[in-house]
């Protein structure tokens, strides 16, 4: 009773490599993501396009020499030809098609499981592989082309690719771009159930985010799994392309070279070659993490933080002496954020040198503590790292201020305490600051904020850090929508705020911590959660000691947006349906960030015994290798004001994002 | 280092109540939601109007005779005074202002637990009540009104009223609002996951959700208590008032009368009463279930399915014979769902009578099956009833039919299965054809049509039987579409598609089904769950046996726009924060619902031995009285199409989609 529809000539070219594979449902494990059959071309099928954003191209013939999908005696063919058509043009010759040098052939081999039976049994998949690269071409002709590489004798891979018809009128000056890191709408409406005082069902203030001019849901997949990790949904956000988890601005190929994959061009990289206006860099994570390394970075491992840095100050043609990668962020002008163990001289810096040093000698002016923050000038390009690792958390700074003590953390390296750190705000603001001051005349600038730990503290499963990190990103939105609207750039400003990827939290009630921690089972315990109209309402919005139905409104030493109280004995009640074995209290974590499980060497991931001790057990639901929370399905929301803005309404894909600023800069070019 | 905010002068009176209640914290429990202090008024402070829309007013003055508000030696000052002003009017004693006889007073008590505490040591608060009702009034000037409750020498309770500015120019003729019961983001995005295909990360159709026009989010907690029911979202949906769990079209108050709640009047109600327009109602649900009910009936407990039927055909002053309420439903032309337990003669009928009989009395063609359903004409107001209880799931009428045998709820009553069920889309499709052939020149019609297994399968933890009925929803609203324009009604017609709340649902990765069944151990199964990218591709929308990386474009029997395949190796991986103890492995349940936990007579409620005896256990969350899963916080998305939709945009509370729609039939009268 099934119906095949009608096929276009491609797909059923798709159909026949498919039917290769036979019975393979290689699919935990796959041979190479976004190659299904045994001819790869990157950028693979449906690749959209920017009128002149550079990439490189990447073929592979893949010659399994055991397994389901065993060919040619492993023996991969490299005679293999490929051919780009414009339109219903002729199919030209790479080499021809871009007038550029005839690449030669690459060889390698790889090995995989193809399913959870062949890993347990230990019998790998071997892999023989010819390969091609292309490097740094473009498309600058708008509408569609069709690239095919033929191999094997009469197999043929097709790739449909489209460079969409560009805007080109600038509609933004200056761009804002706000990431919360792993943020959903459940996370966002915890937040105001914990900052906003409710009375009778009605708000009596509301996030920054609720008041955005325009809302929108972008859907977060990956290229090859419909989970996405950090670095793979930021280089959907700025290159308009989905990847595979882990890669920074490539596609991911197989070879084991984490720097050879096909590059692709990023946002920050379109606006300082196209405009050249001003670049910032702003993050609450370690500075080479996924998110803000993904403006500038390109390689396969997200993990290879010396590659970051070092791309920041040199771009990617440094760290590849093979070719030439003739783009870059052409050293931002502003980087704030943590991970000072890629700077300090020593094991985790680019070559062990001091990359402060580095920077310094590049021109920037280098601050580590939110007074220097402060009182820097804004003239110089900046480079703030405020402390090794991740920067502190919104409650630790500001409720638990004993819990920065003891780090050794401190960003010189000298083994003290980062006490000193500036938060998101006073990062973005003073961003802000130096971003206008260093723009040329209607150059403009570009400015990527993170709230990083959103995510991170959902990882760990401590909701109420990741809340706390979730508020002081709104309240950094509302502080530069004013400090922008005070300078006059408001009119000027495309303010966009999104999230890369979900944690499936939700709120399901509320609980009595007090009558939680004094039961004794696990089962009584349960018996404090309040479901329906016995959560009640929320016991963060009045003062200590006061009712949850009091109607007075107050508001705590950090002022309105933020909670009241942290730690009310009526709590929220919530959780995800993925983690490792945990406990649950529902209280406030008051040592610093939880630590859910711990990882026992013979059993695995198992309920971290000090974490929420009077709490009720819950068995988890990850493999036993995972001691974290994990990224979720589901769409995210966006929020955006200002010029270029309206485009960022309904349902859309995340790929979208990228479309969408660069034609509010009209980056284009045909 | 608190502050207190500068208040109003009404807030400092709340704050002055406030503090009676001294160290009360009653929160699981409250004495009576909404009524903070000692005396009530309903409606509550900050309460909105339509110009015109009736409500009653209820004032109670409480007296507790123990417990920490202990007041009066239990005795309750029946000489309170009531008065109302428009913006900086006189306060007018309320018979005065609206000119109807002084209310007797009358007098109860209820008693309630202060918290768990007390419930475990069985120490209930006993209260003693003096109250009085002022029925069927209305506010028609739109502004701020205050409304002064005065009692125990001194004390006051300030209700701050508004009645809205309304439009008055009609944008649509007709509206199809559409609920998806406790459909989430997160569902609709799992859905998308398995009923539409993507190759390299671009789906290549989407659902008709995300091609709507205009997107928002609403928040639908409750008036007194951050989660809410279905009865309570759908009377804020369908009044514009917040109110109670379980509560329908009513304030809820502290008698123990379920029909003497302050009611308020429902967009159904007023459409009919100021239009006169045909009105339809749709559930997959029992019919007399909290979201249709709400259309028409006023009730303190949703529970009362004999109100709910009478108040279909009767309207309000029928069931309370005490007071005319002059408003009402007035026996809508469709009336197509699930329950003939309500309307069979026996207990569960108004008064034991043959209600099928009633309707027919009263004009209407019945019927009982999809062959009758579609054969019928489009001319008469038709009820139509399929099954006793909830009707029959998606996937069991197209994808295991099986399951409808054995059920013996043939709605006729005769103990035969009824097999021959509608689905969302043909009750739908029927409903519209006739109302359109009901409607006069130019009064329209409005349709609410709801797929209420969506949260019933939720419920049950049964995820997959949960997306077929929100893919039916979406094939729904899509085949809505087509109809309106192949009639020419579509640009005549409002049509909203939202949800009344959520569940806490999300995918976190895929599954090998087949590798988890056949591990021996919880922790071992737990390593079927690839996380990340070894989540993998849909495996649902590839032919069976095929792998999911296949690219063929396939269609299953039902066609496009629903799952190739139910029941991959490769499925999703999905859970939730909140449920009983429960199993999970994570294939389709091919007995029917699933039921996940049973209820010991000593324990609680345990895992159901019989509920996938593959997979892996899971501890619950919940209260060990819950058998099942339980609705969540977060805020659920709006999508709006036609004649005033454009006001559906952005971020904004449950009530105000009534007066969205209000404003678009231009229902207020000032």
Not at 66 to 91: L, M, Q, W, Y
Not at 374 to 401: E, Q, Y
Request: aromatic share 8%; charged share 20%; net charge neutral.
């Amino acid at each position: 009773m099934r119906s095949t529809q009608s096929l276009s000539a491609t797909t059923v070219l798709f159909t026949l490599g498919s039917t290769l594979i036979g019975t393979v449902s290689a699919q935990t494990f796959q041979r190479l993501g976004t190659c299904p059959t045994l001819g790869c071309v990157f950028p693979p099928d449906q690749t959209h396009f920017l009128a002149g954003q550079l990439f490189d191209v990447r073929l592979e013939v893949h010659a399994p020499v055991n397994g389901s999908e065993a060919s040619n005696k492993g023996v991969p063919d490299e005679k293999f030809t490929f051919c780009i058509a414009h339109e219903r043009g002729p199919c030209v010759d790479a080499a021809k098609f871009w007038e550029v040098k005839e690449a030669p052939i690459e060889k390698w081999s790889f090995s995989y499981f193809e399913d959870l039976y062949a890993k347990d049994a230990k019998q790998s998949t071997v892999v023989n592989v010819a390969a091609k690269a292309y490097r740094a071409l473009s498309l600058k002709k708008p509408g569609d082309y069709t690239a095919k590489l033929k191999y094997n004798n009469g197999a043929t891979t097709v790739a449909r690719w489209v460079v969409r018809k560009p805007n080109t009128r600038r509609k933004a000056k200056n761009v804002l771009f706000f990431i919360g890191d792993g943020m959903t709408q459940p996370m966002i409406t915890a937040a105001r159930l914990i900052a906003h005082k409710s009375i009778n069902g009605v708000y009596q203030s509301l996030m920054q985010l609720d008041q955005m001019d325009n809302l929108g849901h972008q859907m977060t997949h990956s290229i090859d799994s419909f989970i996405t990790d950090s670095a793979n949904s930021a280089t959907a956000l700025y290159t308009g392309k989905k990847s595979s988890v882990n890669a920074l601005n490539v596609w991911a190929d197989s070879s084991k070279n984490s720097h050879d994959d096909p590059k692709v061009e990023t946002i920050a990289e379109l606006f300082r070659r196209r405009i050249g206006g001003a670049l910032g860099i702003v993050s609450t994570a370690v500075i080479a993490d996924a998110t803000p390394a993904a403006l500038c970075a390109h390689t396969r491992d997200r993990g290879q933080a010396q590659t970051v840095v070092t791309e920041y100050l040199h771009s990617a043609e440094f760290v590849n002496s093979t070719y030439k990668w003739p783009t870059g962020c052409k050293q931002p002008d502003v980087i704030f954020g943590g991970g000072a163990e890629n700077f300090i001289a020593g094991k985790g810096s680019p070559n062990g040198t001091d990359y402060y040093k580095e920077f310094q000698k590049a021109g920037y002016k280098v601050v580590h503590t939110k007074k220097d923050l402060l009182a820097a000038g804004k003239k110089d390009k900046t480079l703030g790292i405020f402390s090794v690792s991740n920067m502190a958390k919104w409650i630790d700074r500001n409720i638990l201020p004993e819990n920065l003590k003891g780090q050794k953390n401190s960003p010189t390296g000298d083994g003290t305490d980062a006490i000193d750190q500036p938060g998101l705000k006073d990062m973005t603001l003073k961003a802000l600051e130096i971003l206008t001051a260093r723009s040329k005349k209607n150059e403009g600038w570009f400015l990527m904020s993170e709230a990083a730990s959103i995510d991170k503290m959902m990882h760990v499963l401590d909701y109420d850090r990741a809340l706390g990190e979730l508020l002081e990103l709104d309240d950094t939105v509302r502080a530069s929508i004013a400090w922008l609207k005070k300078t006059g750039q408001y009119d000027d400003t495309l303010i966009v705020v999104t999230a890369d990827h979900g944690h499936g939290f939700d709120v399901f009630g509320g609980a009595d911590t007090k009558y939680l921690a004094e039961q004794t089972s696990d089962r009584a315990k349960r018996g404090a959660v309040g479901v329906y109209q016995n959560s009640g309402l929320s016991g963060y919005t009045v003062a200590e000691g006061s009712s949850p139905t009091n109607q007075t409104i107050v508001y705590g030493a950090q002022g309105p947006n933020f909670p009241v109280q942290w730690n009310p004995r009526y709590a929220y009640a919530a959780g995800m349906g993925a983690s490792p074995d945990r406990r649950e209290q529902f209280d406030l974590e008051l040592g610093g960030p939880r630590l859910p499980a711990i990882n026992d060497p013979t059993s695995g991931n198992i309920v971290n015994p000090k974490d929420n001790p009077n709490g009720f057990s819950v068995s988890g639901t990850l493999p036993i290798d995972e001691g974290q929370g994990v990224h979720s399905l589901q769409d995210v929301s966006v929020f955006a004001n200002g010029p270029g803005s309206e485009a960022f309404r309904g349902v859309y894909n995340s790929i979208d994002i990228f479309f969408k600023i660069a034609d509010a800069l009209a980056l284009g070019r045909t």
